[in-house]
Every structure is written in structure tokens, then in C-alpha cells.
């Protein structure tokens, strides 16, 4: 079936550099996304999210960039502190009302 | 505002015994959701509910039973315990299916071992 993956379980950086976190998502009728930060024992924490009108949303520290004709999503994170470390999970909405796919996460760690 | 709720934080089961797990959110959310989590894994749907009264079936539903008899409580319940639902368990709610902002609020999980 359709699904959310990520290319990356685990990804290292140093405080101050800037990371990216890839997702590659299969369903095509997919039109909404959402990236969530989790820290450890604690639930999914909403960060951005990004219409699939859309190839670009910026928050604070963080942009998440679209490309539809790969199918692929990108959380960039801007001069990483050790308190982003956590795992980060991308989601996709299916077109219409449906619910949440979540892929299997990625483990930012960030080293003072 | 507190958000989701869900208790108990912890939990122990021998293989076959019951169990509810409890979920309650003050936003007045009409959708509700529930997830497990495994180890290294992303969230797989267990439940959801669109409003009181209904309910439907997400990817994993064998094993469980929910109930939606007010907007505020979703709870999940586990009657024949076994050791492949031992995982982590979280609510989520969210406001609207249709336009705005689709994000989920989660619980901060119940880690339930059956042993």
C-alpha cells in the first residue's frame, strides 16, 4: 500500500550546523504534510506543516521544502542546538478527509 | 487548557488479561485518534473516531475495541492481552478534517508490557 519512508535513521550533526531530514512519500493524492519532533518518553510534537500547493513553508529555525515530482519532503533545520535533538517524523494526509501516515523517523542527535 | 490527556503513563499485563486505556482532551476536538508506536517504528492507526457515537477502524485494529460516547473521551481498550501489544500507545485529536490546520495534539503516551 501506500506508505511514508525516510531515507535517513539517524542522523549526527554539530551545534550550530544546519540539518536536513529527508522523507519520501508514495501517494501521489497525498496534499497535505506535516513534520512532527519527538522528544524522548514524551508524544509527537507538531514543528511545520506544507499544502501540497505549496513548495515551500519557513518557520522559526526550521523550512520544509516539497518537491511533488519526486515525492519528496525535507525538514532543514538552521543552526541545530543540542535541544533539537530528538526523533522526527514525517506525516501525509491523503487527498480528501483521511487520516495521518507516518513514516519511521529519523534520530537527529546534536553534539555541543 | 491541558490538551490530551491519557493514563495510566505505565503498564504491566499478564498475557489475557484486560485493560482500558484512557484518553480525554479539552479542545473540543471532533476527531480522535489512536496510534501505537514499536520500537524504531513510526505510528501505526489503531482507531479514530470523526465525532461521538462513531467510530472506525485504522491499520491495526485486531485486539482492540474503542468507544466514542462524548467529544471529550476516547478510550481504547485491550480485552485478551497479548505480548505483540506490548508498545507504546498515544491519543491524538485534531480539530477539523476539512481546511485549516490538519495537525494532531498527542498524549504523551502509555507504555503498556504484556508479559
Known amino acids: 500500500g501506500e506508505s511514508v519512508g525516510l531515507h535517513l535513521p539517524t542522523l549526527s550533526v554539530q551545534e550550530g550546523d544546519n540539518s536536513i531530514i529527508n522523507c519520501a512519500y508514495s501517494n501521489s493524492a497525498s496534499d497535505y504534510f506535516i513534520w512532527y519532533k519527538q522528544e524522548s518518553g514524551k508524544g509527537p510534537q507538531f514543528i511545520i506543516d506544507?499544502?501540497?500547493?505549496?513548495d515551500k513553508r519557513q518557520g522559526q529555525r526550521v523550512t520544509v521544502l516539497l518537491n511533488k515530482t519526486v515525492k519528496h519532503l525535507s525538514l532543514q533545520i538552521a543552526a541545530t542546538q543540542p535541544g533539537d535533538s530528538a526523533v522526527y517524523f514525517c506525516a501525509e494526509k491523503g487527498g480528501g478527509y483521511s487520516t495521518l501516515t507516518f513514516g519511521k523517523g529519523t534520530m537527529l542527535l546534536v553534539s555541543p | 487548557n491541558a490538551g490530551v490527556t491519557q493514563t495510566p503513563k505505565f503498564r504491566i499485563l499478564k498475557i489475557g488479561q484486560s485493560m482500558t486505556l484512557q484518553c480525554a482532551q479539552d479542545m473540543n476536538h471532533n476527531y480522535m485518534y489512536w496510534y501505537r508506536q514499536d520500537p524504531g517504528m513510526g505510528l501505526k492507526l489503531i482507531y479514530y473516531s470523526v465525532g461521538a457515537g462513531i467510530t472506525d477502524k485504522g491499520e491495526v485494529p485486531n485486539g482492540y475495541n474503542v468507544s466514542r460516547s462524548t467529544t471529550e473521551d476516547f478510550p481504547l481498550r485491550l480485552e485478551l492481552a497479548a505480548p505483540s501489544q506490548t508498545s507504546v500507545y498515544f491519543c491524538?485529536?485534531?480539530?477539523?478534517?476539512?481546511?485549516?490546520?490538519?495537525?494532531?495534539?498527542f498524549g504523551s503516551g502509555t507504555r503498556l508490557t504484556v508479559v
Open positions: 491524538a485529536s485534531s480539530y477539523s478534517a476539512a481546511g485549516g490546520n490538519y495537525g494532531y495534539t
Open positions: 506544507i499544502r501540497s500547493n505549496m
